[in-house]
């Protein structure tokens, strides 16, 4: 099995012990035990009785307490790419560099370890992540070979979102779901992933269909599972802004109390039909504010 996907499965399933986990952060064993004793990190118990840290709980508690984690590499992290509070076009410089120039893995440690470092996910995605893309997408006009690097940097950033869904941690139970896509004709992927992500560290249960899912297929996966928020990513302005509309009406009246949140640069010049259960908006940032304030709670 080669080193990343050796990475990846140990994510999911490995537990640290306190000591591996304090040597991680150069804090000391009793410090990290005094922590989960005081319930700021939820450590599980071995058959017998030491105690376990999730890896996902392990990031949970490091974005939140400020810590910085001295050796990544004991988490099976990517080595520290920045610092915190660095300006968002600095990242993107980075990350655009790394993009651009075939360093695939760097720019994918870059966009995983950032979020290890504290940002929330709306300031990655809305700040470096998108800004970056932007920037790989300004390549085509000019250059032949911008097209495969669009290709290739999507699969980058799908891949480091991958990773990221296996450090968020895993929804409680009885969680709200979230479920949404790309509309139909939209082959953009990122968009969707990011929300579907956004969602997930929001504490909702998620189900990403994807990029170009039919109107149909979203109303019958809404009706099977009844989601409390549905999200639409429309990257590209709709072929029949009319027909476009109607699918919308549709979904909103298919969500009953739920949220039906509709995104991206395709949308903004969409005639939306009134509807209570319809929100439009332009970001992450948004959607996780959103996700974590008014929808919360299914509508009245
Ligand atoms: C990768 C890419 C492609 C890939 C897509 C691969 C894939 N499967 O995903 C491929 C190569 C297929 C492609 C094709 C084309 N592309 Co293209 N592509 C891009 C690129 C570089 C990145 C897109 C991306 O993923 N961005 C990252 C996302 C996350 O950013 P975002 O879309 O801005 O989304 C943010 C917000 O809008 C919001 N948001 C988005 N969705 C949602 C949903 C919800 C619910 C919420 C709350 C918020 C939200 O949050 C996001 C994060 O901040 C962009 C450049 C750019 N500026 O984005 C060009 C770009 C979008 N492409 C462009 C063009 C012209 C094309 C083509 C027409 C090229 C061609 N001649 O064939 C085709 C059209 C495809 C189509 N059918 O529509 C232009 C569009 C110009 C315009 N004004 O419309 C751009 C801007 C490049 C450029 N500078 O000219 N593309």
């Given at each position: 099995?080669?080193?990343?996907?050796?990475?990846?499965?140990?994510?999911?399933?490995?537990?640290?012990?306190?000591?591996?986990?304090?040597?991680?952060?150069?804090?000391?064993?009793?410090?990290?035990?005094?922590?989960?004793?005081?319930?700021?990190?939820?450590?599980?118990?071995?058959?017998?009785?030491?105690?376990?840290?999730?890896?996902?709980?392990?990031?949970?508690?490091?974005?939140?307490?400020?810590?910085?984690?001295?050796?990544?590499?004991?988490?099976?992290?990517?080595?520290?790419?920045?610092?915190?509070?660095?300006?968002?076009?600095?990242?993107?410089?980075?990350?655009?560099?790394?993009?651009?120039?075939?360093r695939w893995e760097e720019a994918r440690?870059?966009?995983?370890?950032?979020?290890?470092?504290?940002?929330?996910?709306?300031?990655?995605?809305?700040?470096?992540?998108?800004?970056?893309?932007?920037?790989?997408?300004?390549?085509?006009?000019?250059?032949?070979?911008?097209?495969?690097?669009?290709?290739?940097?999507?699969?980058?950033?799908?891949?480091?979102?991958?990773?990221?869904?296996?450090?968020?941690?895993?929804?409680?139970?009885?969680?709200?779901?979230?479920?949404?896509?790309?509309?139909?004709?939209?082959?953009?992927?990122?968009?969707?992933?990011?929300?579907?992500?956004?969602?997930?560290?929001?504490?909702?249960?998620?189900?990403?269909?994807?990029?170009?899912?039919?109107?149909?297929?979203?109303?019958?996966?809404?009706?099977?599972?009844?989601?409390?928020?549905?999200?639409?990513?429309?990257?590209?302005?709709?072929?029949?802004?009319?027909?476009?509309?109607?699918?919308?009406?549709?979904?909103?009246?298919?969500?009953g109390a739920g949220h039906l949140v509709?995104?991206?640069?395709?949308?903004?010049?969409?005639?939306?039909?009134?509807?209570?259960?319809?929100?439009?908006?332009?970001?992450?940032?948004?959607?996780?504010a959103f996700a974590r304030g008014a929808?919360?709670?299914?509508?009245?």
């Amino acid at each position: 099995m080669d080193t990343r996907k050796r990475q990846i499965r140990s994510r999911r399933t490995e537990h640290l012990s306190p000591r591996a986990l304090a040597a991680a952060l150069g804090v000391s064993e009793s410090s990290l035990k005094r922590w989960a004793d005081e319930g700021r990190l939820v450590a599980e118990r071995t058959v017998g009785g030491h105690r376990r840290i999730a890896v996902s709980e392990a990031v949970r508690f490091v974005r939140h307490s400020g810590l910085a984690v001295r050796r990544p590499e004991l988490l099976g992290l990517p080595a520290p790419g920045v610092s915190h509070g660095r300006a968002v076009d600095d990242v993107a410089d980075r990350l655009h560099a790394a993009l651009a120039s075939d360093r695939w893995e760097e720019a994918r440690s870059l966009i995983v370890s950032l979020y290890v470092e504290g940002p929330g996910l709306g300031w990655i995605f809305d700040g470096p992540v998108r800004e970056a893309l932007a920037r790989v997408g300004s390549l085509w006009q000019h250059d032949e070979a911008g097209v495969f690097l669009e290709h290739r940097a999507t699969e980058t950033c799908l891949a480091a979102l991958a990773e990221l869904r296996l450090l968020v941690p895993p929804p409680p139970d009885g969680a709200p779901l979230a479920l949404g896509g790309g509309c139909a004709g939209d082959p953009y992927l990122v968009p969707s992933a990011m929300a579907a992500l956004v969602l997930a560290e929001a504490g909702y249960a998620v189900r990403n269909l994807g990029a170009d899912t039919p109107p149909q297929a979203m109303l019958a996966a809404v009706r099977h599972y009844r989601p409390r928020l549905v999200w639409q990513s429309f990257s590209a302005p709709p072929k029949n802004a009319r027909d476009a509309a109607a699918a919308i009406l549709a979904l909103a009246d298919a969500v009953g109390a739920g949220h039906l949140v509709i995104g991206g640069r395709g949308s903004a010049g969409l005639v939306l039909p009134p509807h209570p259960a319809i929100q439009r908006m332009d970001s992450m940032t948004e959607l996780a504010a959103f996700a974590r304030g008014a929808a919360a709670a299914p509508r009245p």
